[in-house]
């Protein structure tokens, strides 16, 4: 199957666009609820103790990580036997759906335990949709892209992750900053949940006006298709150890990225005792410096390699997140800002690569099934549980630093698999 032709078409163009606006939807979705984290618990669980209500809500953040495998399981093995485009299609209009209806739901004042177990409900259906959106998108992205660009291509999926997770800290905080606590919890938490809709139906009218990939399109036309992709992915000891490896790689990068999206917000608020447009100001900053570091990372790894920019950055998450976190608790906001900057670029430039060389690892036809596999695994593990973690730990050492030491430990068991990486960049993607 021969790479497809060296130019930057209007067809490539609208490729990427078709498989960045879905992981745009997932993580302004996903960000909403983190953003509204302690606006919800207030809706969905009693009143009687806030702390155990936060807790709570941050607990139902996580369900949505942890079905993000069973989504990779399904939508992998759905994405390697009917195609790309089919399954892109069904997991954005499942991850809107799912978000529309938690955007109408009665709250615990209405309906009593009823909501919370709905609000679970439907977190669960945001992570299994989440668990296929990003693998179906970087398999479809990378086998359109031309060789010379492919890691600049993929790594715009997650630029549209950062995208996505900065409209969804915008504008629920604009609502939180401008409404009355009583109006929050009314109605207002509701309008960015209802936005999912006509970005659903947007992303669905994009994605249905694409072609399948010709690297998808060749394995069905030579049936060469796996009957059991899953399976496929995980037999033989060479596949093994490519999931172990592809698994590992994506700590850090859970650890890190998910941190900024689900930590920081109820950190800013609580632990650094931030309020206003401040309390808003952490998430956005080190959003913004990943967002640069993002496209500066996937068009470098271009250039000098997947490998190499992992490494450098792996390794400044290990030697600069203690110091980062240093000056973000140090209880002045120029300084905790610079410590934001640094930690957000170096968890970008990692973030920038990770799905292109995790989809380069793998041949076409377990391609999205082992991304999915391992992507999400990595990610229920060591990204979903990182706000509850954290902030039990946080209240349990009384330490301000704990975010810091849990990315250092997690960059140790990242390192040594970059470590043994292959160089992919340049090369064809895999076939057999």
Request: with cysteine; net charge positive; proline share 4%.
């Amino acid at each position: 199957m021969p790479e497809v032709d060296r130019t930057t078409s209007r067809a490539v163009r609208r490729t990427v666009l078709g498989g960045v606006v879905g992981s745009f939807v997932e993580f302004y979705e996903f960000s909403v609820y983190a953003v509204l984290a302690a606006t919800l618990a207030a809706v969905f669980f009693p009143a009687a103790d806030p702390a155990t209500g936060l807790l709570s809500s941050l607990a139902v953040f996580a369900v949505a990580f942890f079905a993000r495998p069973l989504g990779g399981f399904v939508w992998g093995a759905v994405g390697d036997r009917i195609g790309r485009k089919r399954t892109l299609a069904l997991t954005v209009i499942l991850m809107s759906v799912a978000t529309t209806l938690m955007g109408v739901l009665p709250g615990y004042a209405t309906i009593g335990v009823a909501a919370p177990v709905l609000l679970i409900v439907l977190r669960f259906l945001q992570g299994v949709s989440a668990g296929g959106e990003i693998s179906g998108a970087v398999s479809f992205i990378a086998e359109h892209s031309p060789v010379h660009r492919r890691g600049l291509y993929v790594g715009l999926i997650s630029v549209g992750s950062v995208v996505g997770t900065l409209l969804g800290s915008v504008f629920p905080g604009i609502l939180l900053l401008t409404l009355s606590t009583e109006a929050m919890q009314a109605w207002g938490w509701r309008l960015p949940l209802l936005l999912a809709l006509p970005m659903g139906v947007i992303g669905l009218y994009i994605r249905r006006r694409l072609d399948e990939t010709p690297h998808f399109t060749a394995l069905r036309e030579e049936r060469a298709r796996a009957a059991n992709p899953v399976g496929a992915a995980l037999r033989g000891g060479e596949n093994r150890r490519l999931l172990v490896r592809s698994f590992l790689l994506i700590a850090v990068n859970a650890a890190s990225f998910y941190m900024i999206v689900g930590y920081l917000p109820s950190f800013a608020s609580k632990s650094l005792q931030l309020t206003g447009y401040q309390a808003f100001a952490p998430s956005l900053i080190a959003l913004t410096a990943c967002l640069v570091a993002e496209v500066l990372g996937a068009w470098w790894s271009d250039r000098i390699g997947r490998r190499t920019v992992l490494l450098v950055s792996g390794v400044g998450l290990l030697v600069l997140s203690y110091p980062s976190f240093l000056l973000i608790t140090s209880g002045s906001f120029g300084l905790i800002a610079v410590g934001l900057v640094v930690f957000g670029l170096l968890a970008g430039g990692y973030a920038a690569v990770t799905n292109s060389t995790l989809t380069e690892m793998f041949p076409t036809r377990v391609r999205v099934s082992g991304h999915g596999i391992t992507y999400n695994l990595s990610v229920a593990l060591f990204g979903g549980s990182a706000p509850y973690l954290l902030t039990w730990l946080g209240a349990v050492t009384g330490s301000s630093l704990v975010g810091a030491f849990y990315v250092m430990i997690l960059a140790v068991v990242s390192l040594p698999a970059v470590l043994r990486l292959r160089e992919t960049a340049g090369r064809p993607l895999r076939t057999e």
